[in-house]
Every structure is written in structure tokens, then in C-alpha cells.
């Protein structure tokens, strides 16, 4: 018999070829069935004492088998088989009370190593083998009762990571324990761990496919910049002029005028004798003033996320905004009056990303953009918020920058100051009016680029995975 070794690639019987995409299929399955999960369906909590009798457990034996690839002339029965075998490799084969030999035969393996001679013999002579040190094997007939009776069992504690839902986990690890037919599985919530406990050929197993279906999500890094910038101009110009011009009439003033202010007396004069009087003007003033100011602020930040799951970036406050009170006549009696209820509003910016990613270096992001300002109104005394939103989808290359402007605020002001009538006056007006136009404006910019951390699962190779057939599931050495 010849055997051919491939790299990472474990050959799978008939029956079992296509578990890893029957995994992915049910998995897919159970996210589009359902969002949630029925009570039976939730994995069952570990105890204290389960977790320490996991970790007081040694790990299963295994094998030691020398380096090289030989070829073997084997002959005789399978005790004969497996003790030629031992020798060649500085191994000690022991055998169950009840194992049956079978008849002789002529065994040639060309070009193997003592592990894949070992896999060989097992299948030839219908046997399994149990290691039971580095160089010592127990050798039992492949039936049902004698691998329940004599195949190890062993709790297998797997971290969890953080990134993983509790729904994506329980669909997992639901799919895997289905195909693997594990008997005990378990989950602690407070250190994220799982646990799998049944015989080891199956829990080996189910650990490297919990673990491929745990990388077929990609995972990518997103750098977040965002600019505020504002800016602010007021200018002011024209004749200042005074809004009251008084009436005196100086022959009933007489000796009392030096009682009057200095700035009263400036003025003009009409009449003569009984009949002077006078009109008080003002001093004009000619204004030309302007004021400026520039403002920008930059946040850095760095965002972590799955494939397909939103991310979101709050910069700003929380402000307390009362939605439920009581309020009312009560008679004057004394009337409990209940607390009234409190919302708390995101002001400021927010940033919500969805990213997928396709192929290796391209990325798309769903971008959403909020900016809430408080208005300073209020209607039953409740605040009226500013919302400005801006909604957008980007597709970039990797290490690309994406920049979401819209953001904007602008307001403009005029104030015509002046004299009544004449400063409406088509080419004379301005002589007698001061103007000032005030501009307020802010814009802000959010710079993203997107890192891949982790391929999609069109991009990762899935390794197979020799579990044997169903009838005989093959035992780790």
C-alpha cells in the first residue's frame, strides 16, 4: 500500500467529506431562520466544580514516533503485525484480553512514516489503537462497545474572543456539537469560555472546526480623523449719529443755561430776542471695525470591527431631556408627585460604520454622520434639538482615505443703525446709518481609512479535516 503525505491536509472519508461546508451551510441556516434562540437552545452555564475538574485533567497521551520515512515487509497475523511495527519504530504494542488476531497476511507499506504505517494497519486489520504513553499502544478490535470502553475521554476549554456575539457563539458551537455529536457542551460567561467534553477523537475534532468557523469573518481597522472647523467675522462701518435731538427754548432758560451739560449746548440756533431757541445735536462718530476668528479642532481615533457589524464614534456630551412628568392642579393637597422620566441625547457628532470587505484590498463602508446642536428654544420646557444628518456608502482600496463633508452650519447677520427716514435715503443714506454684518460658519470633516486585520471568507483556505468515516471514527495518536 503506498501513502502519499500532503502539508495541512488531512484526507476525509465519504461520508464525512463535506462536514466543514455542512457546517457553513447550517450555520448560514440559523442565521436566516431566526434572530433569536428558544430556551433549549442556549448554552448551557458551567458550574465551579465542572471548570476544576477540566482543569485538574492531564492531557491525553500521545505517540512519540521517530523521524524518516521507510518501507516495511510485514507478515503473520495482527498481533504479528502491530509487534513488527513497534519494533521498526521503538514502540511497545499491548493488546486487549479479547482482541481477535484474524488470519495471516502479507503486509508491504513503501515510503511511510511509523504514523501513516500505524493509520494503515489499523484500517487493515480493523483495529484502533489507544496511546497509552510516548512509546507504549494499547491494540483493541474496532467495534462500537470496546471504543466506548476504551477510547480516553477528555474536557477540552476553548477562549473565546471578544469580537464573538453570544448569538454567533451559540450557532457555532450549536453546529459543531451536531456534527460531532458531542455529549457535553458548556459555556462561562464571566471568563468566555467553552468547554467540550466527550471522547477524544471527537473533541480533537470539533476543536479545529470550531476554530475555522471562527476565522471566516473578516475583521478590518478603521482610523478615524475628524476636523471641526469654524470661523467667525463681524464688520461694522458707517456714521454713528445720536437718536435724540432736544428743544430748548432759551429766553425762558435765561441765566439758568450754564446749568445745562456741555454737551447739550453744542447745537443750532433759530430766532432772535423773545423768540431764540435751539435744537441740541450730538457728536457723529464714523466707525470702521472688523473682527475675525478661526478655529479647528482634530480628533484621532482608531475603530475596530467585524465584517458586516457596526461600529460607532461619539464626540460630544450626554444632556438630560425630561420626557414623561407630572404637572397639574392638585387643590392645594398634598399629592405625591412621581420623579419625572429623563432621556439622555447624544450632542455632538456620531459616527456609525458598517464595513464589508471584498477580496483582499477593498473595502466598502455605510456611513452615517449625525451632528446634534441644542437650539436654545424649548416648547412645555422641553429642548428642541438641532439634527443635522448625512447618510453615504464608499468603496476604498486599503490604506485609501474617505472624507464625508456636508456637515455644515452657516448663519448671517445685518444691523442697520441709524437716523429714522434718512437713513433709507438713496445716495445720502449711508451718511446717516452704521451697518454691521456678523458671518458664524463651521463645517465638519471626517477623514476615514480603512486596514484589513483579517481576509473575507472567500479569501481563507479551509483545511480538511480526517475525522474518519461514521462507523469508525479515527483516534488520535
Given at each position: 500500500m503506498h501513502a502519499?503525505?500532503?502539508?495541512?491536509?488531512?484526507?476525509?472519508?465519504?461520508?464525512?467529506?463535506?462536514?466543514?461546508?455542512?457546517?457553513?451551510?447550517?450555520?448560514?441556516?440559523?442565521?436566516?431562520?431566526?434572530?433569536?434562540?428558544?430556551?433549549?437552545?442556549?448554552?448551557?452555564?458551567?458550574?465551579?466544580?465542572?471548570?476544576?475538574?477540566?482543569?485538574?485533567?492531564?492531557?491525553?497521551?500521545?505517540?512519540?514516533?521517530?523521524?524518516?520515512?521507510?518501507?516495511?515487509?510485514?507478515?503473520?497475523?495482527?498481533?504479528a503485525l502491530f509487534q513488527q511495527l513497534g519494533r521498526s519504530c521503538s514502540l511497545e504494542a499491548v493488546f486487549d484480553g479479547q482482541y481477535q488476531p484474524g488470519p495471516p497476511v502479507r503486509l508491504r507499506i513503501v515510503e511511510a512514516d511509523c504514523r501513516e504505517a500505524l493509520r494503515q494497519l489499523e484500517v487493515v486489520t480493523a483495529s484502533f489503537v489507544v496511546p497509552l504513553g510516548e512509546h507504549v499502544f494499547l491494540v483493541a478490535n474496532d467495534t462500537p462497545p470496546k471504543r466506548a470502553e476504551l477510547e480516553p475521554t477528555m474536557a477540552l476549554m476553548i477562549p473565546v474572543p471578544q469580537s464573538l456575539s453570544a448569538q454567533e457563539l451559540q450557532e457555532t458551537a450549536r453546529a459543531v456539537q451536531q456534527a460531532m455529536d458531542i455529549v457535553r457542551l458548556g459555556f462561562d460567561t464571566q471568563r468566555r469560555l467553552l468547554v467540550l467534553r466527550d471522547k477524544v477523537s471527537k473533541v480533537r475534532a470539533a476543536e479545529l472546526l470550531f476554530e475555522q468557523l471562527l476565522q471566516h469573518r473578516g475583521q478590518l481597522a478603521v482610523e478615524l480623523e475628524m476636523i471641526e472647523v469654524s470661523r467667525r467675522a463681524t464688520l461694522s462701518y458707517g456714521l454713528a449719529w445720536p437718536g435724540e435731538f432736544p428743544f430748548y427754548n432759551f429766553m425762558r432758560i435765561g441765566p439758568a443755561i450754564g446749568m445745562l451739560p456741555a454737551a447739550r449746548l453744542s447745537g443750532v440756533l433759530f430766532g432772535g430776542g423773545k423768540s431764540l431757541f435751539g435744537i441740541g445735536v450730538g457728536k457723529a462718530e464714523l466707525l470702521a471695525s472688523l473682527t475675525e476668528s478661526f478655529g479647528r479642532l482634530l480628533l484621532k481615533a482608531q475603530l475596530h470591527s467585524l465584517a458586516g457589524q457596526p461600529a460607532s464614534f461619539h464626540v460630544g456630551d450626554q444632556y438630560p431631556i425630561m420626557t414623561a412628568g407630572y404637572f397639574g392642579y392638585t387643590g392645594g393637597l398634598p399629592v405625591y408627585a412621581p420623579a419625572p422620566t429623563m432621556q439622555f441625547a447624544d450632542l455632538g457628532a456620531v459616527v456609525k460604520f458598517t464595513p464589508f470587505i471584498h477580496g483582499r484590498d477593498e473595502v466598502s463602508l455605510e456611513l452615517e454622520a449625525e451632528f446634534k446642536l441644542l437650539t436654545g428654544e424649548s416648547v412645555n420646557g422641553i429642548p428642541l434639538?438641532?439634527?443635522?444628518?448625512?447618510?453615504?456608502?464608499?468603496?476604498?482600496?486599503?490604506?485609501?482615505?474617505?472624507?464625508?463633508?456636508?456637515?455644515?452650519?452657516?448663519?448671517?447677520?445685518?444691523?442697520?443703525?441709524?437716523?429714522?427716514?434718512?437713513?433709507?435715503?438713496?445716495?445720502?443714506?449711508?451718511?446717516f446709518r452704521q451697518q454691521t454684518v456678523s458671518k458664524d460658519?463651521?463645517?465638519?470633516?471626517?477623514?476615514?481609512?480603512?486596514?484589513?486585520?483579517?481576509?473575507?471568507?472567500?479569501?481563507?483556505?479551509?483545511?480538511?479535516?480526517?475525522?474518519?468515516?461514521?462507523?469508525?471514527?479515527?483516534?488520535?495518536?
Amino acid at each position: 500500500m503506498h501513502a502519499r503525505r500532503r502539508a495541512l491536509v488531512f484526507h476525509i472519508e465519504p461520508l464525512m467529506r463535506n462536514v466543514i461546508f455542512w457546517l457553513a451551510l447550517a450555520v448560514t441556516g440559523c442565521r436566516a431562520a431566526s434572530a433569536g434562540f428558544a430556551s433549549e437552545d442556549v448554552l448551557p452555564t458551567l458550574s465551579e466544580a465542572e471548570l476544576e475538574q477540566a482543569r485538574r485533567l492531564l492531557p491525553p497521551p500521545e505517540l512519540n514516533f521517530p523521524a524518516g520515512r521507510r518501507t516495511l515487509e510485514l507478515q503473520g497475523d495482527a498481533k504479528a503485525l502491530f509487534q513488527q511495527l513497534g519494533r521498526s519504530c521503538s514502540l511497545e504494542a499491548v493488546f486487549d484480553g479479547q482482541y481477535q488476531p484474524g488470519p495471516p497476511v502479507r503486509l508491504r507499506i513503501v515510503e511511510a512514516d511509523c504514523r501513516e504505517a500505524l493509520r494503515q494497519l489499523e484500517v487493515v486489520t480493523a483495529s484502533f489503537v489507544v496511546p497509552l504513553g510516548e512509546h507504549v499502544f494499547l491494540v483493541a478490535n474496532d467495534t462500537p462497545p470496546k471504543r466506548a470502553e476504551l477510547e480516553p475521554t477528555m474536557a477540552l476549554m476553548i477562549p473565546v474572543p471578544q469580537s464573538l456575539s453570544a448569538q454567533e457563539l451559540q450557532e457555532t458551537a450549536r453546529a459543531v456539537q451536531q456534527a460531532m455529536d458531542i455529549v457535553r457542551l458548556g459555556f462561562d460567561t464571566q471568563r468566555r469560555l467553552l468547554v467540550l467534553r466527550d471522547k477524544v477523537s471527537k473533541v480533537r475534532a470539533a476543536e479545529l472546526l470550531f476554530e475555522q468557523l471562527l476565522q471566516h469573518r473578516g475583521q478590518l481597522a478603521v482610523e478615524l480623523e475628524m476636523i471641526e472647523v469654524s470661523r467667525r467675522a463681524t464688520l461694522s462701518y458707517g456714521l454713528a449719529w445720536p437718536g435724540e435731538f432736544p428743544f430748548y427754548n432759551f429766553m425762558r432758560i435765561g441765566p439758568a443755561i450754564g446749568m445745562l451739560p456741555a454737551a447739550r449746548l453744542s447745537g443750532v440756533l433759530f430766532g432772535g430776542g423773545k423768540s431764540l431757541f435751539g435744537i441740541g445735536v450730538g457728536k457723529a462718530e464714523l466707525l470702521a471695525s472688523l473682527t475675525e476668528s478661526f478655529g479647528r479642532l482634530l480628533l484621532k481615533a482608531q475603530l475596530h470591527s467585524l465584517a458586516g457589524q457596526p461600529a460607532s464614534f461619539h464626540v460630544g456630551d450626554q444632556y438630560p431631556i425630561m420626557t414623561a412628568g407630572y404637572f397639574g392642579y392638585t387643590g392645594g393637597l398634598p399629592v405625591y408627585a412621581p420623579a419625572p422620566t429623563m432621556q439622555f441625547a447624544d450632542l455632538g457628532a456620531v459616527v456609525k460604520f458598517t464595513p464589508f470587505i471584498h477580496g483582499r484590498d477593498e473595502v466598502s463602508l455605510e456611513l452615517e454622520a449625525e451632528f446634534k446642536l441644542l437650539t436654545g428654544e424649548s416648547v412645555n420646557g422641553i429642548p428642541l434639538l438641532s439634527n443635522r444628518r448625512l447618510a453615504s456608502r464608499v468603496r476604498l482600496k486599503e490604506g485609501e482615505w474617505a472624507v464625508v463633508a456636508g456637515l455644515l452650519n452657516s448663519a448671517e447677520a445685518r444691523t442697520i443703525t441709524g437716523v429714522a427716514g434718512l437713513a433709507r435715503l438713496p445716495l445720502i443714506g449711508p451718511l446717516f446709518r452704521q451697518q454691521t454684518v456678523s458671518k458664524d460658519s463651521s463645517e465638519v470633516l471626517i477623514l476615514l481609512k480603512p486596514r484589513v486585520l483579517a481576509p473575507a471568507p472567500s479569501e481563507m483556505v479551509a483545511r480538511e479535516i480526517f475525522v474518519g468515516s461514521e462507523s469508525r471514527v479515527r483516534s488520535p495518536l
